[in-house]
């Protein structure tokens, strides 16, 4: 196998891995998971995303590379007075559209039907309290917090996809050599996966598993596809909501929230610099399928290292990571001028994390999009 491959899915991997775990933590954190649930919740994703990558490059000979839903770990970690075993109901109805979109045709079109910049809208609405924790964060430890952020400014003048991993990076060894935190016990437990029965209640599944549905489509599947098409591949649309779908399910009773398309890391294994032949880059799907087996067998360990960093350097993490995400749904929210005032009802209401009936800020922010979007049409 060519070495060019191997480091593409290695890339990939720890970049998706890295930029993005300090955000499922704080994920999980917010759902009160315990250590063990949120070990088991990173293996679980881990795995699915390695079960889904490997399946789906070998079978349509397209290197299909999947990742944990950001948005969704965002939308999860605003969430509040909801149980883990609640969300785990969440995350199993969120699954199911997921796969039942692409087996029912008419789902998919009634999905479609959403305005785009009212998705946006919701979608920035959830990212954006994250990114403005950043500025706080960087006041309280500034000593720690600033240099990640100008290393983070510097690296993604060059490679925007390594400048989160890079301040993360930078930020371990400050913590761990010159800050408060210390190294871990080595006497760590083996991974395992530890199943979390539901708690369906209404509320919890409007609230937070169908936006988690609708964000993760609107903004992890789709720009998926358009990356596979974008270099000149034919996205196996049906089979990778299918297969994403019921592996977000089945994950999902292990406390894992969803699996979907990737777009920024699947970019790194789809350029002639992994293989001069397009029709032998979805080897590298395969490759970079067992790179998340072998971060998910070693969640444990990561975990326990990350958990010793001072949360203030984890918020900045987080922040930093956002960025990216916030500068797309900013800029799909007011592209179209049509929509952009239903888009900022939207993104207000969401970010207000106003509750009602239990149900969350996203669902709410939604309806007040849809809401204002249907009168403006009415009007017109």
Known sequence: MRASLMSSALVAALVGYGSTIALVLSAATA??????????????????????????????????????????????????????AQAVGAFVLAGLLIALTGAIRPLGRAVAMIPDGVAAGMLAGVLLPFCLKGA?????????????????????????????????????????????????????PAPSLSLIAPDLRLDVLLGLGLPLYLVTMASQNLPGFATLRAHGYAPPVR??????????????????????????????????????????????????AGFWAALGLCSPAILTLLS???????????????????????????????????????????????TAFGIGAAFWGLAAGLLVQAAERFKR
């Open 31 to 84: 759902l009160g998971a315990t250590e063990t649930q949120t070990a088991s919740w990173v293996l679980a994703v881990c795995l699915a995303k390695a079960a889904g990558s490997a399946l789906l490059s070998v079978t349509t000979k397209v290197p299909v590379v999947l990742a944990w839903s950001t948005p969704g770990a965002a939308l999860i970690a605003a969430t509040q007075g909801v149980t883990l």
């Open 136 to 188: 706080g964060a960087a006041q309280a430890l500034p000593g720690f917090v600033l240099p990640m952020i100008a290393v983070f400014a510097l690296v993604r003048l060059k490679n925007p996809a390594l400048a989160v991993l890079t301040a993360l990076a930078l930020g371990v060894v400050l913590a761990f050599g010159f800050g408060p935190a210390t190294l871990p016990a080595l006497d760590l």
């Open 239 to 288: 089979a990778g909501l299918v297969t994403t779908g019921l592996l977000s399910a089945l994950s999902g009773l292990f406390g894992a929230h969803t699996t979907s398309m990737a777009a920024i890391t699947a970019a790194i294994c789809m350029g002639p610099d992994t293989h001069p032949d397009p029709g032998q880059r979805w080897k590298a799907g395969v490759v970079y």
């Open 308 to 354: 010793a960093l001072p949360p203030a350097l984890m918020v900045a993490l987080v922040a930093l990571a956002l960025l990216g995400p916030l500068m797309g749904a900013l800029a799909g929210a007011f592209a179209a001028p049509d929509t952009r005032f239903a888009a900022t009802v939207t993104l207000v209401v969401t970010a207000s994390g106003v």
